[in-house]
C-alpha cells in the first residue's frame, strides 16, 4: 500500500469535514426541491447503537438538508466498503481496517467523518479460560463477527502484537450475537466491541477477562467512506449529509433517553429501552475525543489514522 495514498486522501477528505465543523455557516444549504437521494451501506443490521442514524422519519435531520437517506445492512465493513464499491450505495459505515485492506487493492476512498474516534474493539474470554494477554490466544478457537468485519481485523492487531499470525489460531464466524458460542463454550473466546460486550452480559455472560485493543492500537472504529467518484459527483449532498448526521450525533450525545426510547421502534435489537439506554451511552463516549472537542464531531486525526495505516502495513495486515 502506498501510504502517501492515505495521507492525500485524509486531506481532500477533511474538505467535508471542514463543512461541519463548529463554524456550521460554511456549510452549503439545501436547495429546495426535489430531495436528494443517499443509500447507506452499514456494517450490521439497523441496530441501536446507530439509532440517531435510523430516526430521520421521527426527528428529520436528514430531510432538514434535502436528503431521503436510505440505510441498508451488512455483514462487515468490508461488506460495507464492497456495496459502495459496486455501485449499491453512496456511503459506507465502515471501519479503517477494512478501508486500509481495499486501498491496499487499488480502491480509490475517502474518508469523509469520524464516527467513533475511540477504538471500542476487545477480545473477550471467560474468566476460568486464563486468557489475560494476546499471547495466551495461541492455539485457541475465536469468534469473529465476520471474516470481513472489525472483529477480525482488530484480532489480527492483537495477535500480531503478540508475535502471532492467524495461523496460530483458529477464527470462526458466529455472527452479531457472539457471545452465545463463548458461553456455550463453543469457542475459546470471541472478538467484539464495548456494546457487545454489554449485550453479553446482559444475556448470561459470566465473569471475563477483556483485551482491550486500544491498549495497542488507538484508531477509530468507524468511519464514513465514500468513492473518489462519488465524492466529485455528490459533493454537495455529501457536505449536507456530514452536517446532518453530526446534528443528529449532537442530539443522542444530549438525549439519550429519547433516542432510547426511539430505538424501540426503529432498531432491530432495540425491544429493551434500558439496555438500548446503556449501549447508547457507550457510543455517545466513543463519539468524542479530544480532537472533536476542538474542531467538533466527526474531525478526522490524519496522524491516528496514518499510524493505523503504517501499523496495518508493518504487521503484514
Known amino acids: ?9 485524509m486531506i481532500l477528505g477533511l474538505l467535508l469535514t471542514a463543512c461541519g465543523a463548529k463554524d456550521e455557516g460554511q ?19 439497523l441496530i441501536t447503537e446507530q439509532t440517531n442514524l435510523l430516526v430521520d422519519e421521527e426527528k428529520g435531520f436528514f430531510k432538514e438538508q434535502d436528503l431521503d437517506i436510505e440505510v441498508i445492512p451488512g455483514s462487515g465493513g468490508g461488506d460495507a466498503i464492497k456495496n459502495i464499491l459496486t455501485g449499491q450505495a453512496d456511503i459506507a459505515f465502515t471501519d479503517p481496517g477494512s478501508l486500509y485492506f481495499a486501498l491496499d487493492q487499488g480502491a480509490k476512498l475517502k474518508v469523509i467523518y469520524n464516527i467513533y474516534p475511540q477504538n471500542v474493539f476487545n477480545v473477550v474470554s471467560l474468566k476460568e479460560s486464563g486468557i489475560t494477554k494476546p499471547e495466551d490466544l495461541k492455539g485457541k478457537t475465536i469468534g469473529v463477527y465476520s471474516l470481513s468485519s472489525g472483529t477480525r481485523q482488530n484480532l489480527l492487531i492483537l495477535l500480531h502484537k503478540a508475535g502471532l499470525s492467524e495461523e496460530d489460531v483458529k477464527i470462526v464466524e458466529t455472527g452479531l450475537l457472539n457471545f452465545a458460542p463463548l458461553m456455550q463454550g463453543q469457542v475459546d473466546a470471541t472478538a467484539a466491541t464495548d456494546t457487545g460486550l454489554l449485550l453479553g452480559k446482559q444475556k448470561g455472560l459470566g465473569e471475563v477477562n477483556v483485551l482491550e485493543v486500544t491498549d495497542y492500537l488507538n484508531i477509530p472504529s468507524d468511519v464514513f467512506v465514500v468513492t473518489e467518484e462519488t465524492y466529485e459527483q455528490k459533493r454537495a449532498e455529501l457536505q449536507r449529509f456530514v452536517s446532518a448526521y453530526r446534528k443528529s450525533a449532537e442530539w443522542m450525545i444530549n438525549n439519550p433517553e ?22 447508547i451511552k457507550l457510543r455517545n463516549q466513543a463519539s468524542v475525543s479530544s480532537e472533536t472537542e476542538e474542531r467538533g464531531l466527526g474531525a478526522l486525526n490524519l496522524e491516528v489514522l496514518q499510524e493505523g495505516a503504517d501499523t496495518y502495513q508493518q504487521l503484514g495486515l
Open 1 to 9: 500500500m502506498k501510504l502517501s495514498r492515505l495521507i492525500i486522501m
Open 27 to 45: 456549510t452549503p444549504s439545501a436547495e429546495k426541491g426535489e430531495p436528494k437521494s443517499l443509500i447507506v451501506a452499514n456494517w450490521s443490521q
Open 258 to 279: 429519547e433516542a432510547a426510547a426511539l430505538a424501540k421502534e426503529y432498531a432491530i435489537d432495540g425491544k429493551d429501552e434500558a439496555v438500548n439506554l446503556e449501549v
